[in-house]
């Protein structure tokens, strides 16, 4: 932080025991955030829920602090490595929902909001379990940040009081696409044969979906129903691949949970009443996802194994992932009337080991919900489809080097 008197003071704000909730991804009240970890040290023990963290703000925290998550997305590993985060094993929805039945219970929450020049405010990139925490707590204090965009559909709710406001030091956290290479490509290019005129897509963070969603220009009347977007989507609605048109329902309107970008991505949502900013609730309940048509559900994954489970949360029994919202979307899909679950992954990981194996070490998504999965190396459609034949789909799209072993396992595992 830069020098001078902190922009707020937490000694006898912060009690011991209290749980700390603020804002996740770029949503996180920065200024807020920083503040209370550089005083930290000084303050009772608290604890603290956080999201995904795509800033440097709890690079260094203090020994009396304890996190909690819902995953260890972004700079969170670096908290799930020092043995610092609990993770809470959930769907993203049911950890919003939680919040709102008072299981989880928030004392304090930190948020960042947007002003409008009518002094109404805006919960601005994320729709999330802020504002139900919020309900109940002892506490909301609130860093409005002129540089946030005012959204539709995440308006503050006028009955959930803010007893301080802070003036923000700084912009929104801003999380700048990383560039596409030639396995991403390869795999956009084989998931992108799944999409078709009039899809509704929902995709996640990461190089992979950009990639998917870089490759549909060619596509028409495409709808977004997500729980996040990012700005790839601008893209997409400027080319005219997006439309919104054919969802059959918020005809004309993008519909997200979280807006996760930068500046430019900030820029277009800004009092843009084509883009809703919707709950949780209504972005991933089944209820509202089984009524969009062709629903296109894009998530990715650490393995899969050959009869189909995902793990999108463990490696070696460490937890570098999440559940998030991919059981949510991955049901809602398969509900949703011509409505796809795709898959998509590397086939093998940065140290050359195989992301396609015999048996996954957790399973995040069931063999079960499973649709179609893919690598660079092609498509395995699973739906519907036994035990054998699926490891012969999933053997096919593993990496060469790595087939034979596999083979060689699935036949071990047919006795």
């Not at 985060?85 to 909001?113: E, K, W």
Request: aromatic content about 4%; some cysteine; proline content about 5%.
């Amino acid at each position: 932080m830069s020098g001078g008197p902190p922009p707020i003071d937490f000694s006898g704000l912060i009690r011991e025991g209290d749980l700390v909730v603020c804002g996740q991804a770029t949503a996180e009240p920065v200024t807020l955030t920083e503040a209370l970890m550089t005083q930290a040290a000084l303050l009772p023990p608290f604890r603290m829920m956080i999201g995904p963290v795509f800033s440097e703000t709890f690079s260094v925290a203090a020994a009396n602090v304890s996190f909690q998550s819902y995953g260890v997305i972004g700079n969170a590993r670096r908290l799930a490595r020092a043995g610092r985060l609990d993770v809470i094993p959930s769907n993203y929805s049911t950890f919003c929902a939680d919040f709102a039945a008072h299981r989880h219970r928030a004392d304090v929450v930190l948020v960042q909001l947007a002003e409008a020049d009518d002094g109404r405010l805006s919960a601005s990139l994320s729709n999330d379990y802020v504002i139900d925490a919020a309900r109940g707590a002892r506490l909301v204090i609130a860093e409005i940040n002129p540089d946030a965009p005012f959204t539709f559909g995440a308006e503050w709710p006028e009955d959930v009081p803010i007893q301080m406001r802070v003036a923000a030091l700084r912009p929104p956290v801003e999380l700048v696409s990383t560039p596409l290479d030639d396995v991403s490509r390869r795999i956009a290019a084989h998931a992108a044969n799944l999409i078709s005129d009039g899809s509704t897509l929902q995709f996640g963070v990461g190089r992979i979906p950009d990639a998917i969603l870089s490759s549909l220009s060619h596509v028409r009347n495409l709808g977004i129903h997500s729980g996040l977007i990012n700005d790839a989507v601008v893209d997409l609605i400027e080319r005219g691949a997006v439309t919104n048109a054919e969802k059959g329902m918020d005809a004309g309107i993008t519909v997200t949970n979280q807006v996760i970008g930068s500046q430019r991505l900030y820029r277009f949502v800004h009092e843009n009443k084509a883009v809703a900013v919707r709950p949780t609730s209504y972005t991933h309940g089944q209820n509202v996802l089984a009524r969009i048509d062709r629903l296109v559900a894009i998530n990715s994954a650490l393995q899969v194994g050959l009869d189909g489970s995902v793990n999108s949360e463990t490696l070696n029994g460490v937890a570098v992932g999440a559940i998030g919202g991919q059981l949510d979307f991955v049901r809602g899909a398969n509900a949703s009337r011509g409505g796809r679950a795709i898959i998509a992954l590397p086939a093998t990981a940065s140290d050359g080991t195989s992301r396609i194996v015999a048996n996954v070490e957790t399973v995040t998504t069931p063999r079960a919900d499973v649709d179609a999965i893919v690598t660079e190396w092609g498509i395995a459609e699973l739906r519907g489809c036994g035990l054998a034949e699926r490891a012969r789909r999933m053997i096919a799209i593993a990496a060469p080097g790595h087939r034979d072993a596999l083979s060689a396992q699935a036949r071990r595992s047919a006795g």
